[in-house]
């Protein structure tokens, strides 16, 4: 008799082989930055500690168990040990986003720049950043919310090295700055859309906690570091949806058309072809 796929199961689709994003594909369970043991007076507290142990409690606990206090109490320390090298909870979830940023520009098969083409760099970023989301399913939905620096950027991201990244990389592909910002849209809502309900099958939810449109950050945020995105403000910040759903949606039943026609599989990649 059949039984229902587990969905934390890595070789679930019934293969008998690991996912290859999945940390067993890949050979090791991932941790961005180990926290090692609490605090004994001897291992310094510092903010790489912190964040490690940050993760590693989210990846144990859900983000909604997060506090300051229960992640000082897991690191040894009181809580207001922590303000030193975290001023708040927003720039502890910042930080924790950047070192799975890290983890993703650390994988030697993503790619920092499209020195082999754009196609090959998305290809490269996406599965890079399946692999973090199957290694940090309860960090991951944290990824997909508003940067409190750059609330405007649609579809929002907590990155912003990620943007600038990708359209530093789209530009100097050939892409109009119009065109860069088009396929970051694209791009971000099908890989972050399909990702979050990837991870929402595994339990988790994907309603992690968002920074307003306004915050005092935003008016403080030095964004010096990112310049293609600040001269992009603007593009950025437009709200197109509507017209991007259709889109996408045309170009969907277009595709499973052909798929009718010839007869094919959609689990066949030809079928997409």
Known sequence: MATAAD???PCAEGTGEPDPDSPEGRGAVAFVLPAGPPDTGRTPLDRRRILGAAIQFIDANGLSALTMRRLGASLGVEAMALYRYVPGREQLLDGVVES???????????HLEAAHGWQDYLQRLAHGVRRIALAHPEVFPLVATRPPAAPWV??????????ESFLTAMTSSGFSEDSAVAAYRAYSSFLL??????????????NAQDAGESTPAAAEADLSEYPTVVRLQELLSMDESAAEFEEALENLLGRLEHVRREGRSPRDPESFT
């Open 100 to 110: 799975v940023i890290d983890e993703l520009y650390g994988d030697p098969d993503v």
């Open 193 to 206: 859309g399909h990702l979050l309900l990837e991870v929402s099958q595994k339990g988790v939810p994907i």
């Open 154 to 163: 649609r579809p929002p991201l907590r990155s912003l090295r990620w943007v």
């Open 7 to 9: 969905p934390d199961d």
